[in-house]
């Protein structure tokens, strides 16, 4: 069935202004995300969301960069897989990286400052077709492109790009409106787990699946999300 959108070109025009040091805003499906590849591009993110220096970026991530990039057993990718293959569900997977690949080498020691910790890289996984071309184009230049949610600090994931702030849109280079995001139901980001030790980093979208999946196919059970 052919795509309302065309998301090879649209990830080139978006990957051509990252890497021509500008921002660019996308559509996933856990929320608009804003994007930057230069250290310039990334300071301006942080300052448009009025964003804490010490808060971590994540990698706009697909499966091939997941085993370019991170260093996990296999029992682990199969993990990975059930859920972002699988089940088809957005993950955001935080574990040990390969920091000596030439993606992650080439990074300015700030922006790896802000996106590595304790070996670590956190990188969201099936967000949708338009990220997973960018993230393939990205690895295949050896460019990690970075960001975070298109939104003002604290004030909430976006899910269409009429209710992302002023502040955040004129931070922008490009903006790819894609309409209203498939999971703004949950009204989250993306569920992040750290699978150096299976521990729940953010309780987000399709969090009760992904805790399914991983109890009823591996045994791993996660801890429930807190009462809101």
């Known amino acids: 069935?052919?795509?309302?959108?065309?998301?090879?070109?649209?990830?080139?025009?978006?990957?051509?202004?990252?890497?021509?040091?500008?921002?660019?805003?996308?559509?996933?499906?856990?929320?608009?995300?804003?994007?930057g590849i230069a250290k310039e591009a990334i300071r301006t993110i942080f300052e448009a969301k009025q964003r804490k220096p010490d808060k971590l970026n994540a990698m706009i991530g697909c499966k091939t960069m997941h085993?370019?990039?991170?260093?996990?057993?296999?029992?682990?990718?199969?993990?990975?897989?059930a859920i972002t293959e699988r089940a088809n569900l957005p993950l955001g997977t935080v574990a040990p990286a390969r920091l000596d690949h030439p993606m992650l080498a080439r990074l300015d020691p700030a922006v790896r400052?802000?996106?590595?910790?304790?070996?670590?890289i956190a990188m969201l996984l099936n967000a949708g077709p338009l990220a997973d071309t960018l993230a393939r184009i990205a690895l295949d230049n050896h460019t990690p492109v970075i960001g975070?949610?298109?939104?003002?600090?604290?004030h909430g994931v976006k899910f269409r790009v009429g209710d992302i702030e002023p502040e955040i849109i004129a931070a922008a280079d490009i903006v790819v409106d894609y309409g209203l995001?498939?999971?703004?139901?949950?009204g989250k980001s993306s569920t992040m787990i750290d699978f150096t030790d299976y521990s729940v980093v953010r309780h987000g979208s399709c969090f009760d699946v992904i805790a399914d999946v991983m109890e009823r196919h591996f045994g791993i059970a996660l801890p429930p999300a807190p009462a809101s």
């Open 113 to 120: 400052d802000q996106t590595t910790r304790d070996g670590t």
């Open 1 to 35: 069935m052919r795509s309302l959108y065309d998301h090879e070109a649209d990830a080139r025009r978006v990957y051509d202004v990252l890497a021509d040091g500008g921002v660019a805003i996308i559509p996933s499906d856990v929320g608009y995300v804003i994007l």
């Open 67 to 81: 085993y370019a990039l991170h260093d996990v057993s296999a029992e682990k990718r199969r993990v990975v897989a």
């Open 148 to 154: 975070s949610s298109a939104n003002v600090s604290m």
């Open 181 to 186: 995001m498939r999971w703004h139901i949950h």
